[in-house]
């Protein structure tokens, strides 16, 4: 007879922090019904971003950058680092077992999984890739939804949801450490990647937008090709107002993933206004601007189109594109009653 173990109390320590599984798995317990397949996605979503990062950590080393066509020293294809990511995704997700619909922002067409699954999953693989030649911050940005019909046949047009309607939504921010920051509708919470053991630990638990900033993000280069309205507002945010903490400091890094991370955390505000060249706006609707509106929607900030909440445009195609303004609820607020001609001056 094998002689019986003790019972053991764990003694209170935090000698290791809480992991992304631990935390999602937390979620899951507190939701009455839960099955363990949103948990499974999740994990599932994680693992497609270690890989990412693991790639982008060696892109200089691996001849992975800018260079689609070209071949390495071993005389291999060289795949273009957000090329990559897109497969990535679309490979985990699909082996997932848990998406019926997948779209991203580097195929024409929404993908229909080989193994149907009850959510749809939105992405844009990798963010800013205009910055990825000169080892600046990227991203990975992604947005959940549920199926209307989780047992129907998948059909493309499940991807054209508003963005109210997401169950979760984050993003990777591949930076001098790789951060996963997430929502699941309770708060946003933030990871930080150990490189060294390949798990996420909560780093920045509840995240809080500040209610105001002291920075705006926007492509100045623009200017001439804004709206008389969107103008004024930068005039008006480059003045001297002791009273109000103007004028704003700028900061623009141009990857939208690393500009809404620093707004998300600062406060402040960040906006890509159509202009004469992108009459409606730059970024794509369906995988930045709605999962961006939802992390700041969840963490008290806002999100708006300069008129309309992001969240409540409903899309008609794909890769429809929108203005997008995020940020502090009081500098966006200050944004809309420009753009709108409540305000002047
Ligand atoms: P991408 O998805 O092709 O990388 O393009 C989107 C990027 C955003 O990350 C960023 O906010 C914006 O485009 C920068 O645009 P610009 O170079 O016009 O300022
Ligand atoms: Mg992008």
Not at 151 to 164: F, I, M, Q, S
């Amino acid at each position: 007879m094998p002689e019986s173990i003790p019972s053991m109390r764990v003694a209170a320590s935090n000698v290791v922090g809480t992991t992304l599984r631990e935390h999602v798995l937390a979620g899951m317990r507190a939701a009455p019904g839960a099955t363990g397949e949103f948990t499974s996605l999740l994990n599932h979503m994680s693992l497609a971003i270690r890989i990412i990062h693991s790639r982008v950590r060696q892109a200089g080393l691996a001849d992975l950058l800018g260079y689609t066509g070209e071949t390495n020293v071993q005389g291999e294809q060289v795949q273009k680092l957000d090329e990559y990511a897109n497969d990535v995704l679309l490979t985990v997700l699909d082996k997932s077992g848990h998406c019926g619909v997948i779209g991203s922002e580097e195929v024409d067409d929404a993908v229909i999984s080989s193994h149907p699954g009850k959510y749809v999953v939105l992405f844009d693989p990798l963010d800013g890739s205009s910055n990825i030649d000169t080892n600046v911050g990227i991203g990975t940005i992604f947005a959940v939804y549920r199926r209307a019909e989780p047992r129907g046949v998948p059909t493309v047009d499940e991807a054209l949801r508003p963005g109210r309607e997401i169950v979760c939504a984050g993003y990777a921010l591949y930076g001098p450490s790789t951060v996963f920051v997430l929502s699941t509708g309770h708060g946003v919470h933030g990871f930080t990647l150990d490189p060294a053991i390949g798990e996420f630990f909560l780093s920045s638990p509840d995240i809080r937008c500040p209610i105001s900033g002291s920075m705006y993000s926007v492509n100045e280069g623009n200017h001439p090709r804004w709206s008389p309205e969107v103008r004024r507002w930068n005039a008006w945010i480059k003045e001297e107002s002791k009273q109000d903490g103007r004028p704003y400091g700028m900061r623009y890094v141009g990857s939208l993933v690393a500009d809404a991370h620093r707004t998300l955390l600062k406060g402040g505000i960040f906006a890509y206004p159509s202009d004469r060249k992108s009459p409606d706006g730059k970024l794509r609707l369906l995988y930045e601007a709605n999962p961006m509106a939802y992390l700041f929607e969840q963490a008290g900030g806002a999100a708006t189109n300069g008129v309309d909440r992001i969240l409540d445009i409903q899309p008609t195609k794909l890769h429809q594109r929108t203005p997008l303004v995020l940020g502090s609820k009081s500098d966006v607020g200050a944004y809309r009653q420009f753009v709108t001609n409540e305000r002047t001056e």
